[in-house]
């Protein structure tokens, strides 16, 4: 346990050394107090993958440390065989990025999800799973059917990718006097409703601070390299946290009418005006971490550390929305 702790101060302090030396860089030291964003297509390649692999690093390791106190804890044998098998999947499939999104709870056992995207951080992504950290599998691609119709099974998964699912979804039909039930019988392979529940949960409480990622002119999403994170007063406020996801029409419509907005960094929704209000919870932990909660789906945790482009998210759970939100608040 001393070793690994002493592992882990090694990497921490090496990944400090590579951000101290991306904020000294000459690109940056010639412009003195000019908003960074303004030459956001002058930073040189190099020092953008630099930026990635810091940020897969943080989501890897200094992920779990600010996420121990949602009772999410990997062995060390765990962590070991995901330092060896992520890399290898993310050279395979060619992916821009790879992170560990979360653990979904089976009951004979658990599915352990790996998000990897490509060139555009939103359209480009693809989810893996895997039960014991060493052999994955591509999810097939849920479409709006595929979790709508996950959306109606209730019950814990089973553990096992290939059991099929039959269950009988009543439900009413009319109003008043002509009203009657229908019930539908769903079949559906646990391995698609895996696929399903993470496009739900990674639609409803994706989140990312506000400004972190960019829009090219070509309208390709991608990290930001001048997002330093926010400030700590802005990171205590629901106003600054955006979904990570396209917004809808009518959202796509506020924002563009907002007057003096940076379309190119304020193109996501603010998660303030989330339905039901409440549902989201927000605190600093050791008075230096933000942690947001979400009470729909329990289990997803996100964190950013002010001032710094340190956050990330994991989700742990069983993959069951809580219906009764409503009656809880």
Not at 3 to 13: D, E, G, V, Y
Not at 38 to 62: P, Q, T
Not at 98 to 113: A, E, H, P, S, V
Request: hydrophobic fraction near 35%; aromatic fraction near 10%.
């Amino acid at each position: 346990l001393y070793s690994f702790s002493l592992l882990h101060c090694l990497f921490n302090l090496k990944s400090e050394i590579c951000r101290l030396i991306i904020s000294r860089s000459p690109n940056r030291s010639r412009r003195g107090c000019v908003p960074r964003f303004k030459y956001i297509h002058r930073l040189s390649s190099r020092h953008v993958n630099r930026i990635s692999i810091k940020m897969d690093s943080i989501s890897f390791c200094e992920n779990f440390a600010h996420l121990e106190s949602s009772g999410f804890v990997l062995s060390i044998e765990q962590r070991a065989t995901l330092k060896t098998s992520l890399p290898i999947l993310k050279s395979q499939h060619k992916f821009n990025r790879l992170l560990l999104w979360g653990n979904i709870k089976g009951i004979r056992k658990d599915y352990f999800i790996a998000k990897g995207t490509g060139m555009d951080e939103i359209k480009d992504r693809k989810y893996l799973y895997s039960q014991d950290c060493l052999n994955w599998s591509l999810l097939p691609l849920a479409d709006g059917a595929l979790m709508m119709r996950a959306g109606m099974l209730r019950g814990r998964f089973s553990g096992d990718p290939s059991f099929t699912y039959e269950q009988v979804v009543s439900h009413q039909m009319g109003d008043g006097e002509t009203a009657h039930e229908e019930s539908t019988t769903i079949e559906m392979k646990e391995e698609d409703r895996l696929a399903a529940v993470i496009s739900l949960i990674e639609d409803a409480v994706g989140i990312v601070p506000q400004g972190a990622y960019m829009k090219t002119p070509k309208g390709v999403v991608k990290f930001n390299p001048a997002f330093e994170g926010l400030s700590l007063g802005d990171a205590q406020k629901l106003d600054f946290y955006v979904h990570f996801k396209e917004a809808i029409q009518d959202n796509k419509e506020v924002l563009s009418e907002k007057v003096g907005v940076n379309r190119r960094l304020e193109f996501l929704e603010s998660i303030s005006s989330d339905i039901p209000k409440g549902s989201w919870s927000l605190h600093l932990e050791d008075g230096c971490v933000a942690v947001l909660r979400n009470l729909v789906w329990p289990g997803y945790t996100f964190y950013h550390v002010p001032q710094r482009r340190n956050f990330g998210s994991f989700y742990c759970g069983t993959g069951e929305r809580n219906h009764d939100l409503l009656f809880m608040l």
